[in-house]
């Protein structure tokens, strides 16, 4: 509670405070997210078309802000961000971050489904629509990245642009933990300043066919469902 109506800079300190630890996105991504100084730790300007289900990890002393995990709250599947300490909930996160140290993430609003064709990359086939770009302040360095688990061969993508092509870098997402009864694939990687990132997986149909393909009810396979998702 305030005693006064705060300025513009007030606000916006206040409110990336808000956003970053309760993952929410600061005026639907339209407005800059600054620190405590008020120096820019998101650009909007820089990161446009990648400005929704902002989220991110912070140490900012001076605003009472520790956020070591964190994943967007906007309805969906998120990806889900943390120091190498991930674990149920932000206290026990064991992971230490520098005070100043900011990793902030959104994404191009595209399906989180591997939609997209890739080739050159062993043992996936497709990967994400949904691109997502990082802006990386005082050098954050090994965060875990995590996907629930689901996918075959899933694969974590880093490029430098946002083409998305074999020449990116390629992590394995091989390690698996359980965070609050949820099994993630993750990989322990450096996201830096800047740089897109998304996900890889093999898609399977029948006779290799997978374009277009909506529903696969498999011969070998006893299902009962009959939405999206059916034994795809």
Known sequence: VFEQRLSEDEMNRVETYMAIKYGTTYAAGTKDYVNSSSGT??????????????????????????????????????????????????????????????????????????????????????HFASIWKAQNTNGVGTVRVAWPQGLTNLKLIQSADATINSSDI?????????????????????????????????VQGP???????SHWYRADKLTESTGDGADL
């Open 170 to 202: 390629i992590t394995d997402m091989a390690g698996v933990q359980t965070v609050n009864g949820v099994a993630y694939a993750y990989a322990d990687v450096t996201i830096t300043n800047g740089q897109y990132f998304t996900f890889a997986a093999l």
């Open 41 to 126: 730790v998101w650009a909007n300007a820089a990161n446009n078309g990648y400005h929704f289900n902002i989220a991110g990890i912070a140490r900012d002393d001076m605003g009472s802000l520790y956020q070591k995990q964190s994943w967007s709250t906007n309805p969906g599947r998120q990806v889900l961000i943390s120091t190498t300490g991930l674990d149920n909930t932000n206290a026990a996160n064991s992971g230490v971050l520098a005070n100043g140290q900011f990793l902030i993430w959104g994404d191009n609003n595209l399906a989180k489904a591997p939609t997209v064709s890739i080739t050159g990359v062993s043992g996936v086939n497709y």
């Open 207 to 213: 006779g290799g066919v997978t374009n277009n393909l």
